[in-house]
């Protein structure tokens, strides 16, 4: 089992940041990558970012962002705490959602993530306008 929890959420105004926090625990071994998700109130949950790490020392993390996050989201990690970031920028209120991070699989030839049923808790996130 993948213990996660989430941390760092809150009430920004638009253009402001935060930081989210995905802390692990237990088996990690069982995934070599988290995704964040978010899911609004009346939608579905979307992918917001993945971080997986790199088949060897030399090939690094491959990261992921949606679109929608693109140029405005950073996802990192802190291997020694097993702790995954995401520094959020210039937030709109279309940020506003609850934020899930999952624990899943990354496979890095198929270019496919594998969400497995580790999900933390969620923070909330609300942008005002």
């Known amino acids: 089992q993948v213990q996660l929890v989430e941390s760092g959420g809150g009430l920004v105004q638009a253009g402001g940041s935060l930081r989210l926090s995905c802390a692990a625990s237990g088996s990690t071994f069982s995934i070599n990558a988290i995704g964040w998700y978010r899911q609004a109130p009346g939608k579905q949950r979307e992918l917001v970012a993945i971080?997986?790490?790199?088949?060897?020392?030399?090939?690094?993390?491959?990261?992921y962002y949606a679109d929608s996050v693109k140029g405005r989201f950073t996802i990192s990690r802190d291997n020694a705490k097993n702790t995954v970031y995401l520094q959020m920028n210039s937030l709109k209120p279309e940020d506003t959602a609850v934020y899930y991070c999952?624990?899943?699989?990354?496979?890095?030839?198929?270019?496919?993530?594998?969400?497995?049923?580790?999900w933390g808790q969620g923070t909330q996130v609300t942008v005002s306008s």
């Open positions: 971080i997986s790490s790199g088949d060897s020392i030399s090939s690094g993390d491959t990261t």
């Open positions: 999952n624990g899943g699989w990354y496979d890095g030839v198929m270019r496919a993530y594998t969400p497995r049923d580790y």
